[in-house]
């Protein structure tokens, strides 16, 4: 649950904080978003926003989609995507409204969503991460090879879904509670430290976590070694007076 964004993967890049700590980030470039419908429960059975992002030229799109973009009185997009919100989150929102970076804040953790980079046709041990087996003791043929897959005369068939060479990559994956680290608006930008799915250019999918972490503002390494050392550090006006009077008679 929860309004998102989709933008592009632009590349990964370091940014430096206050104490020259080396932070890798991923640059993630949003395109424009407009809302194109509201489902609601009575109409269409669920409560959802739908968005188009991207910007593409008329005569790319057909009869059809350009009709629907037109209803809505918005520019045709590359795409429809939609979000499932509650009521809560679907207040203020209405069809044409545009969704930018203003969304989120520095600090918030985020989940992000794309297809990861395709790797082809792979080996067990390289898509699974079986170990290999013997380099000698007469195995000349079988380094890599997957071992025993099928049982005896009972059932004496191969199980749906073992573990075998195949395609890696190429899927729908998520990466949760991802920290944004800065925010360029002018440069419809937006920087996520760490990696995220996919290869430069791809879409990707940006939503509040589902994790219960609230957003905070993040702190410098510098500023928290500070605030713990005002913490620990025992403070003299704490002291009772006769007590600051014994020590001093105790001086003397």
Known sequence: M???????????TRIFDSTGISVPVTAISVSPTQITQIKTLEKDGYKAV???????????????VLGHYKKA????????????????????LEIGKSIDLSLFKVGEHVDITGTTLGKGFQGGVKRHHFATQDA???????HRALGATGQCQDPGRVFKGKKMAGQ?????????NLVIVKILLDDN???????IPGHDGSNVIIKPTRKKYTPREILTI???????????????ESKPAENVKAEEGTKE
Do not use: C, W
């Not at 510098?222 to 003299?236: D, L, N, Q, Y």
């Open 50 to 64: 739908q968005v188009s992002y991207g910007q593409k030229k008329e005569s790319k799109v057909n009869k059809a």
């Open 136 to 142: 000698t003791h007469g195995n000349s043929l079988s």
């Open 168 to 176: 890696l990559g190429n899927v729908r994956n998520t990466i949760q």
């Open 222 to 236: 510098e500023e928290t070694v500070v605030e713990e050392a005002k913490a620990a550090a025992p403070s003299k």
């Open 2 to 12: 929860g309004m998102g964004i989709i933008g592009q993967k632009a590349g990964m």
């Open 189 to 195: 930008t937006i920087l996520v430290k760490g990696s």
């Open 73 to 92: 009185a918005v520019s045709p997009g590359k795409g429809l995507m939609e979000f499932r919100l509650n009521d809560k989150e679907m207040e203020g």
